[in-house]
């Protein structure tokens, strides 16, 4: 059974176009993430929800938009691609905020031509 | 500001030879410690975790890291490494919301 899944796998777009990513866990959790892996491979928290409350927004441009339409999805939206979003984009789930484990997805590769 | 520090860019080894990769953090306060691995093309796998206790922990696949709070470290062994463990590794500490990562240590082992 697939504890954190997202859609779709791979994204392949132009610039300038808006696109969405779908994050679902099925883990019961109350906190959901969003990471970015760059090229070099270098992981980096973009957004964090709390029982569909934003509490962590890094310094993201406001292209990027996270909507949590309940506690099991999360999902991320980003207008008017850029070269430079191109990246993995992993989404995690945790059950509380601080100390607990982050399970994180198979992650969603987007390449912006 | 917390920060990750992984001391090897890309650790290459033969098979049955012993692992042992560094991690070095920091932050001022009670930190969370993991190792994740991500093997080629795949997700992120959660390795080992210290949160408090014994400072020797023990994770799936004959993993185990030390934590030496005197030394800000959490380093990742392995006695004899398999060809099945080349894959990506991962640090990351939690001191509050959330994970900061350290930028990896790719792993090559040779069969």
């Known amino acids: 059974d697939t504890a954190v899944s997202q859609t779709p796998k791979y994204l392949v777009t132009q610039m300038g176009n808006d696109k969405s990513i779908k994050c679902e866990q099925n883990?019961?959790?109350?906190?959901m993430y969003w990471y970015k892996q760059d090229s070099k491979k270098f992981l980096k928290i973009m957004f964090s929800?709390?029982?569909?409350?934003?509490?962590i927004n890094e310094t993201v441009p406001n292209r990027f938009s996270p909507k949590s339409p309940d506690k099991a999805h999360l999902n991320l939206h980003i207008n008017s691609l850029e070269l430079g979003d191109s990246a993995v984009y992993f989404c995690?789930?945790?059950?509380?905020?601080?100390?607990?484990?982050?399970?994180f997805g198979p992650g969603t590769r987007l390449t912006v031509l | 500001a917390q920060s990750v520090s992984q001391h090897n860019h890309h650790v290459i080894l033969s098979e049955a030879a012993s692992l042992e990769l560094g991690c070095n953090y920091s932050?001022?306060?009670?930190?969370?410690l993991f190792w994740y691995v991500q093997y080629p093309g795949q997700h992120l796998q959660l390795l080992l975790k210290?949160?408090?206790?014994?400072?020797l922990v023990k994770g799936i696949k004959g993993f185990e890291a030390e934590f030496i709070k005197s030394k800000f470290s959490f380093n990742l062994r392995k006695p004899s490494v398999q060809w099945s463990d080349t894959a990506e590794y991962f640090c990351?500490?939690?001191?509050?919301?959330?994970?900061?990562f350290g930028k990896g240590t790719t792993l090559s082992v040779s069969s």
């Open positions: 995690a789930s945790s059950q509380g905020i601080t100390t607990d484990t982050q399970y």
């Open positions: 883990l019961g959790h109350d906190t």
């Open positions: 929800y709390n029982n569909k409350e934003l509490i």
């Open positions: 932050y001022g306060g009670t930190v969370n």
């Open positions: 210290y949160f408090s206790g014994d400072p």
């Open positions: 990351a500490v939690k001191g509050g919301t959330a994970l900061i």
